[in-house]
Nanobody, 119 residues
Framework: VQLVESGGGSVQAGGSLRLTCVAP???????MGWFRQAPGKQREGVAA??????LYADSAKDRFTISQDPTKDAVYLQMDSLTPEDTALYYC?????????????????WGQGTQVTVS
């Protein structure tokens, strides 16, 4: 089952991007997460959101904001003050059980990713 991410691109350091993820209604999870993977590195959780709760990795706090619109089965990641260290392939994932963590383990449905490059 495919989630679809969009909004990636190339920006200069200090710039902003807004990522969007749309999921089929039947897999839109009780918790939705954003993950990223840089070349040669492991996939890491960036942010997650469920009703009334958000989680952020330390690297994302105060710079990134996760939000969702369940009426559109969509989740967003607003990324500000980007640095070259944020360069990665960003993935959206759905956790239908709602365990909601920054570990990838509970997430069973994933998108193909959208590339973010910061120079």
């Amino acid at each position: 089952v495919q989630l679809v991410e969009s909004g990636g691109g190339s920006v200069q350091a200090g710039g902003s991007l807004r990522l969007t993820c749309v999921a089929p209604a039947r897999v839109y999870g009780k918790c939705m997460g954003w993950f990223r993977q840089a070349p040669g590195k492991q996939r890491e959780g960036v942010a997650a959101i469920s009703t009334g709760r958000t989680l952020y990795a330390d690297s994302a706090k105060d710079r990134f904001t996760i939000s969702q619109d369940p009426t559109k089965d969509a989740v967003y990641l607003q990324m500000d003050s980007l640095t070259p260290e944020d360069t990665a392939l960003y993935y959206c994932a759905a956790d239908v059980r709602g365990l909601c963590s920054l570990s990838s383990v509970p997430y069973k449905n994933w998108g193909q990713g959208t590339q973010v490059t910061v120079s």
